[in-house]
């Protein structure tokens, strides 16, 4: 029987909070991060980085209020904290391999997103990134809407949090079907296994989600769409983007917002929604292995 590799658990410390990583080894390789996205964990890179640990040393972390990291009392979640952290992460693994060559990274939505950032703001660091679905919300998102708007409507949502129960499942079976619902490419063994990593267990015997409902709102800033293309547009590194054709969101290239990175390669994947690495894993395996590949 074939024995399935298994990440080692660690912890790091970044702006005062405990936050997981998973180390899935090798030594002596050049270093790759897997970043999830929103209300996911590190965990459900567990295929991709089993497939790509022969070639790099692989990390993935769970984001601040998600997975096993801390949560964060007070805070925003805004994407500049999550690359606060990413940041942070990265200075901790050159510290211990006592190496500063540029990384790779890997980001899904959220992640996408946090990593695309990182990528243009410390370009020096990063050697190639692969994004999928990770550029953001399209131009007309209400993410954008003026300020008196976006501030009040964070206002209420918070308050809304504050006032509801937390979701509990009575069995994992029952869980494992609202994964499904979310996602109906999902094969039964991969939304156990992303339940199972993705859940704690109640005294009642009920499960809910381990990240923190206050992570679901939009800030009320950090998303203006001139920096974001400014930073884009200071990515010196070769990047690869996936979109899902089945996806909520529109093509990036169509909306523009893939435009200001200057080196990019956009691969559109049928049968595929917004987590293009589950619904369609072989593809992605293999057009990123080539990309990551190529000189």
Sequence with gaps: ???????????????????QLWDWGTAGKPTMILVHGGLDHARNWDWVARELCGDFHVYAHD???????????????????HILDLSALVDVINTTHNSAEPIYLI???????????FTGLFPE???KLVSIEGLGPPPTHKVYDP????????????????????RSYPDLDSAVNRMKEANPHLSDEVARHLTLHGTNWNSDGSLSWKFDNFARPFPPFGHNLADIQDIY???????????????????????????????HR????????HWVHHDQLDLFLAETKKFLAED
């Design 1 to 19: 029987m074939k024995t399935v590799a298994e990440p080692i658990s660690h912890f790091f410390y970044s702006h005062r909070l405990k936050l």
């Design 233 to 263: 547009g200071q990515i010196t590194c070769p990047v690869l983007l996936f979109w899902g054709m089945e996806s909520w969101a529109p093509d990036p290239e169509s909306d523009g917002r893939a435009k200001p990175i200057k080196s």
């Design 125 to 127: 660091k990063v050697k």
């Design 63 to 81: 984001l601040r209020g998600h997975g096993n990291s801390q949560h964060a009392p007070g805070a925003l979640y805004t994407v500049a904290e």
């Design 147 to 166: 300020a008196s708007k976006r501030m009040r409507r964070w206002i209420e949502e918070i308050r809304k949090i504050e006032k509801r129960e937390a």
């Design 266 to 273: 956009l691969v559109k994947v049928a049968g595929a929604g």
């Design 107 to 117: 980001g899904h939505s959220l992640g996408g997103v946090i990593s695309t950032l």
